[in-house]
């Protein structure tokens, strides 16, 4: 799991400046409180493995919570993937694995790194 690129970001502006550094981003938007998000996370990480290329950035939406309003985000755990800074696709709450690799497989494979 070493390769994979995470980083915990503690405010909007560090948010702003990841997403303009990085091509490719997967936002995970959790809660410390959040169970759901606490039994996810491993199993991102582990997916995750097999993209080196995917900046994961991990924001708490109570200790930064600007990012609630920005990404218009109304329940945790949240995942967004952006490319060029631009949203591709987003999975909120209840996460289904399968199609989530799904769709980080095929946007990763047609992106020339």
Do not use: W
């Not at 948010?15 to 990085?22: F, V």
């Not at 959040?34 to 900046?55: D, E, G, R």
């Amino acid at each position: 799991m070493n390769n994979i690129k995470h980083q915990i970001i503690n405010s909007i502006e560090d948010l702003d400046t990841c997403l303009q550094h990085h091509s490719i981003v997967l936002l995970y938007v959790s809660q410390e409180e959040c169970s759901v998000c606490h039994a996810i996370l491993p199993k991102l990480m582990k997916l995750l493995t097999n993209y080196p290329h995917i900046q994961f950035i991990q924001v708490d939406a109570k200790q930064v919570t600007e990012v609630v309003g920005r990404f218009l985000i109304f329940s945790v755990p949240t995942l967004i993937m952006f490319y060029e800074q631009k949203e591709l696709f987003r999975e909120g709450r209840f996460v289904q694995f399968e199609s989530l690799e799904n769709r980080v497989n095929q946007i990763y494979n047609s992106i020339a790194f």
